[in-house]
Structures are given as C-alpha cells and as structure tokens.
T-cell receptor, first 112, second 114 residues
C-alpha cells in the first residue's frame, strides 16, 4: 500500500529536550516536505527536499532541522524545542512535477 | 507572493443540501494545480479534488465539483447532497509546476447537520 508513515502520532516533551519526528514514504517520491498546522493559519511549509542530500527552507524553518540521507526518509529534528513549536505536524511526499501530494497521519506535538 | 485565501472560517449545511466553499488565489505563474483537501476529526489529509490550470473543464468527483474561474483566480468547491461524513475542515491549496511547493489557505470548517 502506498503510504507516508510518521511517528510518533502524539508527543509531549519539555522545553529544550531534543526530539526527532520520523517520516518514511514507500512511493519512491523525489519531493518530501514538512508542514505545521496551527489554528487560523492553515498548513505552512517548514522544510522541503527535492532529492537525497538536497534540502531547503520553507516558510517557517526557524528552530527546525531536517536531513535526507535516503530517498524514503525525511526526519524532522527539533534541537531545542520551545512552547511556540506546539503544533500539528505533517510530512508529505510527491513526484516532482506531479500534482498529488500524499500526507502522513500527522504528529501532535506539545512542548511544555 | 503566491497566496491562497479562504474567506469563510466556518460554514454549516443541512444533510442532503448543497454547500459551496470559496477559495481565491494569487499567482503570476501559468502552470499550476489547485486542490481541495478534507481533514476530518481523525486529522488525516484526504485529497478531495484537483484541477490543472491548463484545463478549462471543471473537475468533478462524485458529489464534489469545482467552479474554476482562471481569470478571476477563483476555485470554489461545491458539495452536493451533503452527508454527515462530510463534516470536516476543508483546505484549498495551490502548487506551481516550477517549485512543487504546496501553498494552503487557512481552511473552512464545515459542519453538516442532520
């Protein structure tokens, strides 16, 4: 089954404790991206990658890191989480030039 | 800057009725795609319908159809014969052929009442 898998689905952490949210896709897509969803703001892109070892900032990259060592995986790293990073996070992937993006199940992150 | 605007934060409709959700966008690109995504309480992002900008014919998927007005940069979603399962947040989104970046509107929360 074609899918994007994110883990964990729920995470509560404390300020400053490094965390990683994993994302994996099995469709051999070149393009992968991370979004955060906040009430009244829709989904905003954090980082994206067009291929292995190629990553770039989206609209709200501050406080986040990503890596793309393998085509299928695109983890999101919060080196020192802060309460303003409390949000719902989505990983997505699609073929370059194709029109449909596939989304993971979402990760609800709470930073206290 | 490319933007997507959904001016209706919340809407409600009675079961079996028809409802239209509005979306406008702004771009100078000629090659792009438009989408409506549904997000039910499960949080899953589900593609409802998509439209290629170069196609004049409006897309239709069962009870869901769009009114694509390219000159006006408008892309509204019509849901016919509304069902309780249509209750969800709906996001309008835009993707250019040049950057592959998805840009979302702020969403419209739709409640379907029995």
């Amino acid at each position: 089954e074609a899918q994007v898998t994110q883990n964990p689905r729920y995470l509560i952490t404390v300020t400053g404790k490094k965390l990683t949210v994993t994302c994996s896709q099995n469709m051999n897509h070149e393009y992968m991206s991370w979004y955060r969803q906040d009430p009244g703001l829709g989904l905003r892109q954090i980082y994206y990658s067009m291929n292995v070892e190629v990553t770039d900032k989206g609209d709200v990259p501050e406080g986040y890191k990503v890596s793309r060592k393998e085509k299928r995986n695109f983890p999101l790293i919060l080196e020192s989480p802060s309460p303003n990073q409390t949000s719902l996070y989505f990983c997505a992937s699609h073929e370059l030039g194709a029109s449909e993006a596939f989304f993971g199940q979402g990760t609800r992150l709470t930073v206290v | 800057a490319q933007t997507v605007t959904q001016s209706q934060p919340e809407m409600s409709v009675q079961e079996a009725e028809t409802v239209t959700l509005s979306c406008t966008y702004d771009t100078s690109e000629s090659n792009y795609y438009l989408f409506w995504y549904k997000q039910p309480p499960s949080r899953q992002m589900i593609l409802v319908i998509r439209q290629e900008a170069y196609k004049q014919q409006n897309a239709t998927e069962n009870r869901f159809s769009v009114n694509f007005q390219k000159a006006a940069k408008s892309f509204s979603l019509k849901i016919s014969d509304s069902q309780l399962g249509d209750t969800a947040m709906y996001f309008c989104a835009f993707m250019t052929g040049n950057t592959d970046k998805l840009i979302f509107g702020t969403g419209t929360r739709l409640q379907v009442f029995p």
